[in-house]
């Protein structure tokens, strides 16, 4: 223990890893690559077609024709499962992207179409970052009276405070509260705020969940893949657990189970088994240690020259996930803010990858209470809602709802999450796997 108390202090020189671009989301450079081969050869094919009637396909044509529509239906089957949004990016914000270090809203115009046919009393941003959600909304809801942000990090809740407290010049009766806590307390936070929220139950409630930039962009936090720094990776610096603890001190198993759950990182067992070797040379102790371990590990295995990265944004998802306890922490709270809706009120929810997201609809699922599949309407059959907006005053039916999901409890707006626009996703790459989920109470 001592040895490795020792370990945990030595620090290492920093250095600039060259930058990479960011892996292909939704299909590998390998499918890439396969299903250009596939359109090619059926592009020859149909030329020649009428020369050589007769010849038969070969083997190989075959199997590339046959990979090609596997990979098509693949694709297809991911559009189905998602809605994808057809607003026009950038069209809802006065919003102000000053330069590349700032954190850019995803989905922000979806975002503020979830709450614009809500009359906002109040609204709760669990996930402040640099407040482009929470200055959108406020922008938009002029009639809003109380309005409470939370972030677990001190650069975070110090620039997003700086931001809300700019808007109260124009926003001056606007009872502002914000808070550097874990979303978690939700709860006890709004009581601390005002206990009428609990009492009446909050409006609307937005949770943005993952990193923003500033805290990627920031090598000194360890969340990068590409730049070195410390094995730190905590959202919250009051929290004592960092990465490198995991990767030093916690037993193989957890190690391993670690890669395996948060990572769903096939290779979990060399790497799990390199990671505690590593220990008996002095363990590892920056990103970049753990970058070559993972580089060492994945040399001569699929995936190419640059297959590292993947395992390597699969290995940092995993630790980030632990450290900050991000899946526990997301289910429980959930509930939570669930539970401080009033009624008709909309809990809001971007995930940005699978485990989370799968957490979202699993839990949404599970609040509602549907009677064993009964639940799935169309968007005609609802009814309306107090706190909505008279119809002169907003539109009727809400364009961006395309099917729910009815419950006991209530209803969930989103059957298939929303995910960007294609503009969104080419402009900021952060937001290509971000998926919307919507919740509204009875
Ligand atoms: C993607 S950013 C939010 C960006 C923000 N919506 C904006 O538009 O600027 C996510 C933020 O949530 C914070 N966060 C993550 N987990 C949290 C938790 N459990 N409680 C409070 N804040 C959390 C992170 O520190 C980070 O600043
Ligand atoms: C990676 O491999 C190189 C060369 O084989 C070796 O010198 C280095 O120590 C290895 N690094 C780690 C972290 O395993
Ligand atoms: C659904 O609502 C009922 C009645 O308010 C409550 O007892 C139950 O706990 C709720 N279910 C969930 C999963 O929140």
């Known amino acids: 223990m001592a040895k490795q108390m020792i370990l945990c202090l030595i620090s290492i020189p920093l250095f600039s890893r060259a930058l990479l671009p960011p892996p292909a989301v939704y299909l590998t450079p390998r499918a890439q690559r396969s299903l250009a081969t596939a359109t090619a050869t059926a592009t020859a094919n149909s030329i020649s077609k009428n020369d050589r009637m ?25 559009e189905k499962r998602r809605t994808r949004s057809e607003k026009e990016f950038g069209s809802t914000t006065s919003f102000e992207f000053d330069n ?57 809740h110090a620039k997003a405070r700086a931001h809300i407290d700019a808007l109260l010049h124009s926003h001056f009766h606007l009872k502002a ?13 709004l009581a601390e705020a005002d206990p009428s929220l609990l009492h009446s139950g909050v409006d609307a409630i937005l949770m943005d969940l993952g990193m923003s930039s500033m805290q990627v962009n920031n090598p000194e936090r360890g969340f990068s893949v590409l730049a070195n720094g410390p094995l730190d990776m905590r959202m919250d610096p009051q929290v004592t657990l960092k990465a490198e603890d995991i990767l030093n001190c916690w037993p193989d198993t957890e190690v391993g189970r670690v890669l395996r759950e948060y990572g769903e990182e096939s290779n979990w ?27 060492n590990v994945t040399h ?15 290995v940092f998802q995993a630790l980030r996930i632990a450290v900050n306890d991000e899946l526990n922490t997301l289910e ?21 990858h699978s485990l989370e997201d799968r957490i979202v609809k699993q839990t949404f699922l599970n609040i509602i209470e549907t009677d064993r599949g009964d639940g799935d309407v169309d968007v005609e059959e609802r009814g309306g809602r107090e706190i909505r907006k008279t119809e002169d005053e907003s539109d009727a039916k809400e364009m961006w709802i395309r099917s729910m999901v009815h419950g006991r409890n209530g209803t969930i707006l989103t059957k298939r999450p929303i995910t960007p626009s294609e503009e969104e996703e080419k402009l900021n790459s952060r937001s290509r796997s971000a998926k919307l989920r919507v919740i509204e109470r009875v």
Request: glycine residues 8%.
């Open 54 to 78: 007769i010849k038969k396909k070969t083997k190989k044509q075959k199997s590339e024709e046959k990979k090609k529509a596997e990979l098509l239906a693949v694709k297809r089957k991911k």
């Open 100 to 156: 590349n270090e700032n954190h850019i809203p995803v989905l922000l115009g979806e975002v503020v179409d979830v709450f614009s046919s809500l009359n906002l009393r109040s609204f709760v941003d669990c996930t402040l970052g640099a407040a482009g959600h929470s200055s959108a909304i406020i922008q938009a809801h002029p009639e809003l009276e109380n309005y409470v942000g939370m972030d677990v990090d001190p650069v975070a």
């Open 177 to 189: 509260n914000t808070f550097l806590r874990n979303f978690k307390h939700i709860k006890s936070l």
């Open 269 to 295: 067992r060399l790497l799990q088994n390199k990671i505690v070797q590593a220990r008996l040379h002095g363990g590892l102790h920056s990103t970049g240690d753990l970058v070559d371990l993972i580089r």
């Open 300 to 314: 001569g295995m699929r995936g190419g020259r640059q297959g590292w990265i993947k395992t390597a944004t699969r």
């Open 332 to 352: 429980k709270s959930l509930n939570a803010c669930f539970e401080c809706l009033a009624p008709g009120g909309r809990l809001a929810v971007i995930s940005f």
